[in-house]
């Protein structure tokens, strides 16, 4: 079931963001002794299905939505090599058209490719590769827009692990390629692991993309919702419309430009 927090205010220090669009989160379960927490998944929608609204006093819910202004929202300058976040593109909701709306939102290029046309390798994927960085020709850009949610290269590619996850306008082939093998020089090198939009890099040349908050602890979001029960009851007696709900940012986040 999905939870709407309408009222979450924005973080301390940001700019409000005038958008109706609300971003949904997921409940990840932790394992091996990490911590639970809802995890970027989507754009919300009301024709998607998330099991049913649930009820105020609800604590424990898979989905949460929130306002666009609320995850951190910024527009920023992304210069430099970017990997796909791993495993997003198996997941329909989590990158795909829908993400362009927040690019929109916030001001970038949502009509052209921002990965410049080319693919790029090194040892990042190949360990027993130690050349130089190799353009990969077979490769080029093709099919529709997306909003890629992309890491810079060398960063924790798992969704959830990373404070900050970007997003960009690219392709769809730049979005779902697979490189599993090269060969170079005589020599075939394989990839350490394989997956959609995976044994690739792509650079950035000082395109304008987006900055959203990769994941909210689970104890931010039952906060949150605690916040909203009392809005909304608050509001029920009063009549009237109370103050916007008083919003925790999440701990530990490392903004990377």
Partial sequence: MIRLLKHMSIPEGKKAVKSDLMIVY?????ENGKADKYVLYDVYSEESDYGGE???????VEFVAVPLGSTGAD???????????????ADPHICGKSWLQVLSILGCDTEHCQAGGKFYVDDSYFPNYSGDVLEIEDFSCGG???GGHLVPLGCNQQPGENDTVYLATICNNHNTKQLRQ?????????ASQSGTGLGFFMYLDDVLGAELYGYM?????????????????????EGGSPERVPHAV????????
């Fill in 75 to 89: 527009a920023v300058t992304l210069d430099g090599c970017y990997v796909n976040v791993k495993g997003s593109s």
């Fill in 26 to 30: 997921r409940l990840q379960k932790g």
């Fill in 182 to 190: 090269f060969t170079y020089q005589g020599v075939t090198y394989t």
């Fill in 54 to 60: 649930a009820p105020a006093g609800t604590e424990e």
């Fill in 144 to 146: 529709r827009m997306v």
């Fill in 250 to 257: 999440p701990s530990g986040r490392t903004i990377r430009r």
């Fill in 217 to 237: 602890t689970r104890a931010t979001i039952e906060e949150a919702i605690r916040a909203e029960d009392d809005f909304e009851r608050k509001a029920t007696e």
